[in-house]
């Protein structure tokens, strides 16, 4: 079923408040319209999510929503835009087939298991012992943390990688927050006897400059890429996360799928193109971060797997989705 062309657009912005307090994200769903070849049927609908992240250096969601009215071309402006759009193009035909892509019978991958590491003053049930054995059937760790806090706190960071135990693997999310590689290596070569044996890899200890430098990190930890400014580095990177609403498919050795931390509906995209890849622990559930709401309440959890439980076609959600009062942008 081929789609001619993206005919009309509906917004319905949200806002996903965090259940640890740390603030409030936005984006907006999408709701497009494309004309059909099909004769059954002229236009078929698909849904999306746009949501950005301007701390990391993306552009506020709302600056793109101008490119949307000015056809295709204005859309290779921005890759997320693209991203967006291929996301409601798979929802419409997949609706216009009748198949649905999600379900409680789909299989997904495990995922890790998400820490947030405290701010000063904050405390963390995360990092408490009855937090960790309720993840005792998790094999992988997720910890956002930042190079300050690594660098300041050295043997709370080791109190609790030890916490974790030998049969548990750790991957630390740095997102570029050493100021150098020589920095990030510094404080590497301090740690490595005791933190490797625990560590999966290490994500974005730095927003590389070169493909050069890039590779010189690689030989010295196990790093993996993710928002690197240098497109080089993102095709050559061994190991690459891939967020399927920013980045196009990676062919690097080992790819890693994540969520971008968005809305539900972004997530079961995610979910559904880590089917499509070879076996990994992915990171997949991430609607737990925010309060619930009738989407979230959609997906459940047994331990590190999780199903859509979502009713409706394509990505499902049909119901919350027709629920939704969409502003046109015609």
């Known amino acids: ?33 494309f004309s059909s070849e099909d004769q059954k049927a002229s236009s078929l609908v698909g849904y999306s999510c746009l949501q950005t992240w301007p701390s990391l ?29 291929e996301m409601a193009a798979e929802d419409a035909q997949a609706r216009g ?3 649905a892509l999600l379900g409680e019978t789909v299989e997904l991958p495990s995922s890790h298991a998400l820490i947030w590491w405290p701010e000063p003053g904050e405390k963390s049930s995360q990092l408490s012992a ?18 300050q806090q690594v660098q300041t706190e050295p043997g709370a960071l080791k109190n609790f990688v030890e916490s974790l135990g030998p049969e548990h693997r750790l991957r630390l999310d740095f997102n570029s927050s050493f100021r150098s ?13 005791w933190l ?18 890039w590779q010189e990190l690689e030989q010295a930890a196990p790093v993996a890429a993710d928002r690197q400014s240098e497109p080089e580095v993102l095709q050559a990177a061994s190991i690459r996360i891939w967020k399927p ?3 196009r498919e990676p062919q690097s050795p080992r790819v890693v799928t994540t969520t971008n931390l968005d809305h539900p509906l972004g997530q079961a ?24 709401d009738a989407f979230s309440e959609s997906i459940s959890y047994d331990g590190p797997r999780m199903r859509f439980c979502s009713e409706g076609l394509g990505f499902g959600f049909t119901p919350q989705l027709e629920s939704l009062d969409w502003i046109s942008l015609d």
């Open 97 to 99: 087939q009748g198949r």
């Open 57 to 85: 250096g993306e552009p506020r969601w709302e600056g793109l929503i101008p490119l949307l009215k000015l056809g295709e071309e204005a859309h290779r402006q921005s890759l997320l835009l693209q991203r967006c759009l």
């Open 1 to 33: 079923m081929a789609l001619v062309r993206l005919k009309g657009v509906g917004l319905s912005p949200y806002e996903l408040k965090r259940v640890d307090q740390r603030g409030v994200v936005s984006g907006t769903l999408l709701r497009c319209e």
């Open 269 to 292: 995209y995610a979910a559904f193109k880590s089917i499509k890849r070879p076996p990994e622990t992915c990171g997949l559930q991430t609607a737990h971060v925010y309060e619930r």
């Open 245 to 247: 609403l920013v980045h």
């Open 130 to 147: 009855d937090w960790l054995r309720q993840k005792v059937t998790y094999d992988f760790f997720k910890l956002k943390i930042s190079a």
């Open 181 to 193: 590689s020589g920095e990030f290596l510094t404080w590497w070569r301090g740690v490595e006897d």
């Open 196 to 213: 490797r044996p625990f560590v999966d890899f290490m994500e974005d200890p730095v927003d590389s400059g070169s493909l050069q430098e």
